[in-house]
Every structure is written in C-alpha cells, then in structure tokens.
C-alpha cells in the first residue's frame, strides 16, 4: 500500500521560509513524479510544483523564484523550501505522486495523495 506522509507545516509570519517533506513508502516513484498542491479555503486546489527523478522541475507562475522544490530518490522524498512567504501562500500543502514521468499525468490527477499538511502566514 503506497502511503505519502507530508511534515513540516506549521505558522510563520510574512517573508520567512517554511520547508515541507513528503516520505514516500510502498513503492518507488524514481520513475514517475511527485510534486505539491495546495487548497486554501475556499478554493479548489492548485498546483504547486513537480520533480521527475530526472531532476526536472516545475512551478506555478504564483511561486516560481520563491519555491524550490527537490528530492531525494534514494529515500524517496521530495522537499519543498518555501522562502518569502505572502499571505496567499497559506492553505493545506498536499504531496502528490504519479507513476508516469509526464508531468500533465500529475496534473490531471495523481496516482496518490498525501493527507495534506496545513501552512498559514500571517501578515
């Protein structure tokens, strides 16, 4: 059974950084992609960011030069530093991994969700 557990959230005040951690058990992913969503409330969720094990990134124009996101295939996580957090940044954090190296596969849909991890900035 593939369980994605997020970690790391928490409550920060506006222009710090905040890291996330996904640990990925059941499977391996060294051939597909993970990546983050997120859902604040009120809205539907969102795409974040995605790796492929290649190394291949990609982030949401909303988070893109603040956000890094990286992974580690041997222990099969994938991080997320969020540096200059804005109020807008603050929702529940989902991990999503697919077992397709397309990156539109993730988007469409994962294959698996982590149970979400909440961040809130405060201005």
């Known amino acids: 059974q593939v369980q994605l557990v997020e970690s790391g959230g928490g409550l920060v005040q506006a222009g710090d950084s905040l890291s996330l951690s996904c640990a990925a058990s059941?499977?391996?992913?060294?051939?597909?992609?993970m990546g983050w969503f997120r859902q604040a409330p009120g809205k539907e969720r969102e795409f974040v960011a995605a790796?492929?094990?290649?190394?291949?990134?990609y982030y949401s124009d909303s988070v893109k030069g603040r956000f890094t996101i990286s992974g580690d295939s041997v222990k099969n996580t994938v991080y997320l530093k969020m540096n200059s957090l804005k109020p807008e940044d603050t929702a529940i954090y989902y991990c999503?991994?697919?077992?397709?190296?397309?990156?539109?596969?993730?988007?469409?849909?994962?294959?698996?969700w982590g149970q979400g991890t909440q961040v809130t900035v405060s201005s």
């Open positions: 059941g499977r391996t992913f060294s051939s597909g992609t």
């Open positions: 790796i492929k094990w290649n190394d291949s990134t």
């Open positions: 999503a991994a697919d077992r397709s190296d397309l990156i539109g596969d993730l988007l469409r849909g994962p294959d698996y």
